[in-house]
C-alpha cells in the first residue's frame, strides 16, 4: 500500500525538477539561435532604426522618468504682476481723474486697455485698465495713488519663471527632434518612407506651436503689469443737527406710526370679538326672560 503512493509521488518530484532544471538549458539553446539577417535598404523602411543611426552623438542621454540631464545654470526671473486701486476723487473731477490715469500710463510706456464712464444725478464713476511695462510698475502705482483719496489698493504677482525655463528646455529638444526627423526626409526614397516621415512629423509641429504661444504669453504678461483702477465721486455732504424739537417730533410721531399699525392689525379681531360678544349676550338676555316668571293677574 505505501508503494502505491510512493511511486506518483517520486514521479510528480522528477517532473517539477527537470522543469527546473530544464529552463537555463532552453534558455541557453535560444541565445544561440542566429539572427535572420538585415533586409536591404528601400523594400521595408524601419524609421526607428534609422532615427537611432542619426541621433547626435553628443546628445545627452535622457533618464525614462523624463528629467533631463541638462547642466543647471541661472535662469531669468518671470514674475506676472497685477494690481487694483479704488481712489475717491471731489465732486466733478471723475472725468479728469480718468484722463490723467490714460496720460500717466502712456508717459510710462503702456497703453490703456479698456476704459469705462458712467454717471447721474447723484454719482459718477470710471472704471479703466492700463499695462504698463515691468519696470515701471512700482513708479505708476505710486503715482496713480497720487490722484485721490485712496480706498482700496491690492497687489499680487504670480512667479512663473520655473514654467518659462521649463517651456524653453522643451521648446528646445522638440525642435532638435524636428531636425532629426527632417533629416530623415531627406534621406526617404519612396513615397511609403515619406509618409510614414512626414505623420511622425505632425504631432512634433503640433508640440512646438503649443510650446512657443504659451511662451509668447507668458513673456507678454511678464513684460507689461496690469493695473485696475476705480475711481468713485466723493458724496459726502454735511447734514444739518437736528434739535431737540425735532428729535421730539421724530420720537412722536414713530409712536403714532405704531399705534395705528396696532390698530390695524387688531381691527378684524375686535371686530369678530364684538360679534361673538353680541350673540352670546343675546342668548343670554333669552334665557333670562324665560326663567323670569310671569306677574300675577290682578
Known sequence: MKWKLIIPILILAMLVGGYFLGQPLLKDKTDLIPSTGTQAKGQNFDFREAESDLTPKSAPPVAETGISSAPSYEYDSRVIKSASVELKVEKGQVKSAQDRVRAIA?????????????????????????????????????????????????????????????????????ETERQTVLALL????????????????????????????????????????????????????DKPQPTIWTKIWGVFLDSLTGILAFLAAAIPFLALAFFLGYLIWLAVRSYRKKRTPAPPAP
Do not use: C, M
Open 186 to 237: 531627406d534621406k526617404a526614397t519612396t513615397i511609403d518612407e515619406i509618409i510614414k516621415i512626414r505623420q511622425f512629423l505632425e504631432p512634433i509641429d503640433r508640440e512646438i506651436n503649443q510650446i512657443k504661444g504659451r511662451l509668447q504669453y507668458l513673456k507678454a504678461k511678464t513684460d507689461l503689469s496690469s493695473i485696475e483702477v476705480i475711481i468713485r465721486e466723493n458724496q459726502k455732504q
Open 106 to 174: 502712456e508717459s510710462k510706456g503702456g497703453y490703456v486697455q479698456s476704459s469705462q464712464f458712467s454717471s447721474g444725478e447723484e454719482y459718477a464713476e470710471a472704471y479703466i485698465v492700463i499695462n504698463v511695462p515691468e519696470s515701471e510698475f512700482n513708479a505708476t502705482l505710486k503715482e496713480l495713488e497720487n490722484l485721490g483719496e485712496v480706498l482700496t489698493s491690492q497687489i499680487s504677482g504670480k512667479d512663473v519663471s520655473q514654467e518659462y525655463h521649463d517651456l524653453e528646455l522643451d521648446l528646445s529638444h522638440w
